[in-house]
């Protein structure tokens, strides 16, 4: 059960946008298209913010973006607002056995 | 308004067992499958059990397998985790959440989550 590999820090300005990559294998992934996104401010409940790599819950704002290619997912956040600043964890279907595995985590830093 | 409410956390020796429990409220419990996620002080996320809508189906990760036990009462709203023989890398925020039935895996609603302290 070995975690996604997020970058652990990125940074944007207001307006600008950034792009969180989530490196998995072709047994997580690269195999399926159970790949999610959620935003966390710790002491508050984690929000889902991306499902089914590029599908949005009603709410979540069209600045919010997915893609996968291969084993590699991205999230996109264009627009950047001073409130988009919190931790973000991609999250991948593993299989019968494993369920599910998460990414290591990202800090967003708004400038 | 869909929500989950975590309780049961606390502190506790290496070695013994602490029940959490998840009340839900705002949805039909009972058709949904449940999962418990963690996080550790300064990690990530981390699947810890799933129990399917109808109870018939559990999974575990392998850092809990053999150690932990996922139930649900459907008539009381509440899934339940087990903790026994816990360890200090149990240390965490543990985390109640709902899958949405459109996606496998995918976590559409979260509770705030209950502490559990492993330490002599």
């Known amino acids: 059960q070995t975690a996604l590999t997020q970058p652990r820090s990125v940074s944007g300005s207001p307006g600008q946008s950034v792009t969180i990559s989530c490196t998995g294998t072709s047994s997580d992934v690269g195999g399926y298209n159970s790949l999610s996104w959620y935003q966390y401010h710790p002491g508050k409940a984690p929000k889902l913010m991306i499902y089914d790599v590029t599908k949005r819950p009603s709410g979540v704002p069209d600045r919010f973006s997915g893609s996968k290619s291969g084993n590699t997912a991205s999230l996109t956040i264009s627009g950047l607002q001073a409130e988009d600043e919190a931790d973000y964890y991609c999250c991948s279907y593993a299989g019968s056995h494993i369920y599910a595995v998460f990414g290591g985590g990202t800090k967003l830093t708004v400038l | 308004q869909e929500q989950m409410v975590e309780s049961g956390g606390g502190v506790v020796q290496p070695g013994k067992s602490l029940r959490l429990s998840c009340a839900a409220s705002?949805?039909?419990?009972?058709?949904?499958?449940m999962h418990w996620v963690r996080q550790a002080p300064g990690k990530g996320l981390e699947w810890v059990a799933s129990?399917?809508?109808?109870?018939?189906?559990?999974m575990f990760g392998d850092s809990v397998k053999g150690r932990f036990a996922i139930s649900r009462d459907d008539s009381r709203n509440t899934l339940y985790l087990q903790l026994n023989s816990l360890r200090t890398e149990d240390t965490a925020v543990y985390f109640c959440?709902?899958?949405?039935?459109?996606?496998?895996?995918?976590?559409?609603?979260w509770g705030l989550g209950t502490m559990v302290s492993v330490s002599s």
């Open positions: 959440a709902r899958s949405t039935p459109r996606s496998i895996a995918t976590f559409d609603v």
């Open positions: 705002g949805f039909i419990f009972s058709t949904y499958a």
């Open positions: 129990i399917s809508y109808d109870g018939g189906n559990q």
